[in-house]
C-alpha cells in the first residue's frame, strides 16, 4: 500500500515538474543570487567591514602623530630625548555629497536630504566634498635639551610647520 502511495506521489511531482521546472529554476536561481553576499568572498558583510576598516584607517590618530613628531624631533641636534603632547581645537572632519530633494504643495515646501552613496562589486561608499583637518589648540614639547635657547627656536620652528600653531601656542620645556 505503501509502495502505491509512493508512486503516485513521485508521478504528482514529476508532472508539478514537467509543468514549472522554468518557474522553478527562476525562483531557485534568484535564491542563490540572494545567498551569494552572504558566502565568504562574496559582496555582503565581506565587503562592508572591508569598506569600514578603510574608513577606520583613515580616521587621524592624535597619539600616532605625537609619536612621530617625537621621532621627527629627537632627530634635532641638542634636543635628546622628547615627549609631544597635542591638543585639538576641533577634529578632522569630512563633508559628504547630499542630494536634496523637495516636494512644493499648495501651503508647504518640504525637503528630504539624503547623502550620496555610490555602489558598485558589493561595496558601498560616501562621497566626500571636502576633508578638513584638524585644528591644533597647543603643543607641549618636552625635552632633554629645552634649556639651550638655540635648540627651543628649532622644536618651536618644527612644532610649528608641522601643525600650523603660532610661536605663543607652543611650550618648550626641559625635562630629566
Known amino acids: ?27 531557485a536561481a534568484g535564491a542563490a543570487l540572494l545567498l551569494l553576499p552572504a558566502l565568504p568572498g562574496g559582496g555582503g558583510a565581506a565587503g562592508e567591514s572591508a569598506a569600514a ?15 612621530r613628531m617625537e621621532e621627527a624631533l629627537s ?6 630625548e622628547v615627549r609631544v603632547v597635542l591638543t585639538l581645537q576641533s577634529s578632522p572632519r569630512r563633508i559628504l555629497a547630499q542630494d536634496t530633494q523637495s516636494t512644493v504643495e499648495a501651503d508647504s515646501t518640504d525637503a528630504a536630504l ?17 576633508q578638513i583637518s584638524p585644528q591644533y589648540q597647543g ?24 601643525t600650523g600653531l603660532g610661536a605663543d601656542h607652543i611650550s618648550v620645556c626641559e625635562g630629566k
Not at 625635552?143 to 610649528?160: H, I, T, W
Open 1 to 27: 500500500m505503501k509502495s502505491k502511495e509512493l508512486g503516485a506521489l513521485g508521478k504528482g511531482l514529476r508532472a508539478l515538474w514537467e509543468r514549472n521546472k522554468f518557474v522553478l529554476l527562476v525562483i
Open 53 to 67: 576598516a578603510g574608513e577606520e584607517a583613515d580616521a587621524f590618530q592624535v597619539e600616532a602623530l605625537e609619536k
Open 75 to 80: 632627530r634635532i641636534t641638542g634636543v635628546g
Open 114 to 130: 539624503t547623502t550620496v552613496v555610490l555602489s558598485g562589486g558589493g561595496t558601498e561608499e560616501t562621497v566626500t566634498l571636502q
Open 139 to 162: 603643543a607641549l614639547v618636552v625635552c632633554s635639551g629645552g634649556g639651550n635657547p638655540s635648540v627651543r627656536l628649532q622644536v618651536v620652528e618644527a612644532v610649528s610647520a608641522l
